[in-house]
């Protein structure tokens, strides 16, 4: 919907919502140089004009500061942390293929390796499969973002842990995570959540609100009906007092 006040250039996005297609977004906020319109049809939120593949490729190099700022390290933390979540997972799939999309250093792959499955993990951040390489040589990685990713099998179970936000075209992200599971195989998913009762009020006050990095924003309702239009149901939504999404969908 154009704002039409006279002598006033119309602020409106170039492209339709990707989620419900309504052509019906309004300003939302604006920082750093980046525009970000919410849809007014979803809620869907996200940044127009979005970044491009420079751009994207420039904050994925060395994109967790490796070794410098200790991001790697704590990693007994992390390992451990990663296995009480696969647990809770292994009741759905308690084996098989898992994947680890944007896998980080490799932790929750490592984890998932011990776990017993055979795991894989993938990571556009050429450091970042560095250091998951030398340390954990058993697993296979891959650097690259997951929708260009091809894998030799598909995968029982995929892990995509505060990801999404980061894919500009997020159709050809969820398709490329469904196309990398056989039927009925279990997608972990996390985002930020941006319709969060516990979000802070004014969106700049956020720590997940960090547009270029974060170029698109999930409330739960439109990312169930993304999911649904790449075949993939919800099986769980995991209750959060903090404004972040956690679900568990299964595909078709
Ligand atoms: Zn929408």
């Given at each position: 919907m154009a704002l039409t006040t006279p002598g006033v250039v119309p602020i409106v996005?170039?492209?339709?919502?990707?989620?419900?297609?309504?052509d019906d977004a309004a300003p939302f906020a604006e920082t750093g140089g980046c525009k970000l319109f919410r849809c007014g049809v979803c809620g869907f939120v996200f940044m127009d004009p979005l970044p491009d593949a420079v751009t994207v490729g420039e904050l994925y190099d060395d994109a967790y500061g490796g070794a410098e700022s200790g991001y790697f390290a704590k990693v007994d933390k992390k390992l451990k942390r990663a296995r009480r979540q696969l647990r809770w997972l292994g009741r759905l799939v308690p084996s098989g293929r898992f994947l680890d999309?944007?896998?980080?250093?490799?932790f929750v792959a490592e984890a998932a390796r011990q776990s017993g499955y055979s795991a894989s993990g993938v990571d556009p951040d050429p450091v970042s499969i560095a250091y998951a390489r030398e340390h954990y040589p058993e697993i296979d990685f891959h650097q690259g973002t997951v929708e260009v990713y091809t894998a030799t099998a598909p995968f029982d179970l995929v892990y995509c842990s505060e990801?999404?936000?980061?894919?500009?075209d997020v159709n050809r992200f969820v398709a490329a995570l469904a196309a990398l599971m056989r039927p009925g195989a279990i997608l972990y998913l996390t985002t930020p959540d941006i319709?969060?009762?516990?979000?802070?009020?004014?969106?700049?006050?956020?720590?997940?609100?960090?547009?270029?990095?974060?170029c698109v924003y999930f409330s739960p309702g439109n990312l169930v009906t993304l999911l649904a239009r790449h075949g993939l149901e919800i099986v769980k939504r995991r209750w959060n007092p903090k404004p972040g999404i956690k679900l568990i969908a299964r595909k078709r």
């Open positions: 996005p170039a492209m339709a919502c990707q989620i419900c297609r309504a999309a944007g896998c980080n250093g490799g990801v999404i936000e980061h894919a500009p319709a969060h009762w516990r979000r802070p009020r004014n969106v700049l006050d956020w720590d997940a609100f960090c547009p270029p990095a974060h």
